[in-house]
């Protein structure tokens, strides 16, 4: 899947689990809305007293399972942040551009990207399931 698939099918699909960890190692998973960047980093907003805001300053390391309308899931790996200053702004953007209305850049909620480093796609639409993986476009 190259970025252009990718940026096409998280923008299409707009929504998926991500998956954190706490100090003590215990996994955290929760629905949210997801943006994506033409560089193919992934968004998401939330309150900032969230446990994933926590989990992330921890460990930045996460997971994100998108879509699975028609199928096909896009698995993700990769380091997340959570964005401050000028950063948070120009995310913030894309985030409302994909969002109109949303809470991104309010007080009291924080913008995470998510950099991917790894891909899984997988397709259940034919029989055998076709699956795709690999390092994407970043590093």
């Known amino acids: 899947m190259n970025r252009e698939e990718f940026v ?7 929504e998926g689990v991500v998956a954190t960890v706490d100090a003590k190692g215990s996994p955290e998973a929760a629905l949210v809305g997801l943006a994506v960047t033409d560089a193919g980093d992934v968004l998401f ?14 460990n930045a390391r996460v ?8 199928g096909v899931s896009v698995q993700v790996e990769g380091v997340a942040a959570v ?9 913030g953007k894309v985030y409302l551009e994909q969002f109109p209305g949303a809470r991104a850049l309010a007080d009291g909620f924080s913008l995470v990207r998510v950099v991917p480093d790894w891909l899984r796609r997988y397709d259940a639409r ?14």
């Open 45 to 58: 907003d939330t309150y900032t007293v969230a446990r994933k805001v926590a989990n992330i300053r921890v």
């Open 8 to 14: 096409a099918f998280v923008r299409e699909a707009r």
């Open 126 to 139: 034919t029989d055998p399931a076709l699956v795709t993986e690999g390092h994407p476009w970043h590093g």
């Open 63 to 70: 997971a994100v399972v998108i879509g699975w309308d028609d």
């Open 83 to 91: 964005l401050a200053g000028a950063e948070r702004e120009a995310c």
